[in-house]
């Protein structure tokens, strides 16, 4: 079965930098999308960053520049770096996957069309 464990998060003061990891199994043999999701409380969840079956990356205006989301196939791991941070990035970031048909669309919103499954979230909180 597919599993997504995400690890890296914690707090960190406006400015400064984190990064996230995602550990995937269960996707051995089979083409799939990733991403990376966030839910700031009392907001709705959102698209953050995505990586298409082909390894094309996608982001939302709000962290493009700022964050870069990577995988790697030989570890099975996805990663996202997140540089220059503001207190607003504050949230539960939630690691998501799915296969093939699948697509990340990136914008003034990220967008993830197809299956997904997710992990459990790891809090990210940064102080001003």
């Known amino acids: 079965q597919v599993q997504l464990v995400e690890s890296g998060g914690g707090s960190v003061q406006a400015g400064g930098s984190l990064r996230l990891s995602c550990a995937a199994s269960?996707?051995?043999?089979?083409?799939?999308?990733m991403a990376w999701f966030r839910q700031a409380p009392g907001k709705e969840r959102e698209g953050v960053a995505g990586?298409?079956?082909?390894?094309?990356?996608r982001y939302a205006d709000s962290v493009k520049g700022r964050f870069t989301i990577s995988k790697d196939n030989a570890k099975n791991t996805l990663s996202l770096q997140m540089n220059s941070l503001k207190p607003e990035d504050s949230a539960v970031y939630y690691c998501?996957?799915?296969?093939?048909?699948?697509?990340?669309?990136?914008?003034?919103?990220?967008?993830?069309?197809?299956?997904?499954?997710w992990g459990k979230g790891t809090l990210v909180t940064i102080s001003s």
């Open positions: 998501a996957a799915g296969p093939s048909p699948c697509t990340v669309v990136g914008g003034t919103s990220f967008i993830y069309y197809g299956n997904i499954n």
């Open positions: 269960g996707y051995t043999g089979r083409r799939y999308c």
């Open positions: 990586i298409d079956s082909d390894g094309g990356t």
